[in-house]
């Protein structure tokens, strides 16, 4: 993988390990696959979508505002 991406093996290491809060791998190193951890990734939805309300709330008051 990291030839592919042409960085360094470190580098690949590295970022798996940040990832796994959001996937997990399961089985033998060669054969194994990847889990993903649906809770996680709904979680930060959830989180991203409760910006987008509240910047779309914070929109519509400043042009109700303006009008």
């Known amino acids: 993988m ?4 042409n960085v360094l093996l470190m580098t690949v290491r ?3 390990e940040k990832m796994s809060h959001v ?6 190193d060669k054969g ?8 996680t990734i709904q979680q930060k939805i959830a989180h991203k979508m409760a ?3 509240f910047f779309l709330h914070m929109s ?3 042009s109700n505002f303006a009008a």
């Not at 996937?23 to 033998?28: I, Q, T, W, Y």
């Not at 194994?32 to 809770?39: D, N, T, V, Y």
């Open 32 to 39: 194994g696959l990847w889990e993903i951890r649906e809770q």
């Open 60 to 62: 519509e008051k400043s």
């Open 2 to 5: 990291a030839q592919k991406l």
């Open 23 to 28: 996937a997990r791998h399961v089985g033998p």
């Open 14 to 16: 590295r970022d798996i």
């Open 51 to 53: 910006y987008v309300r």
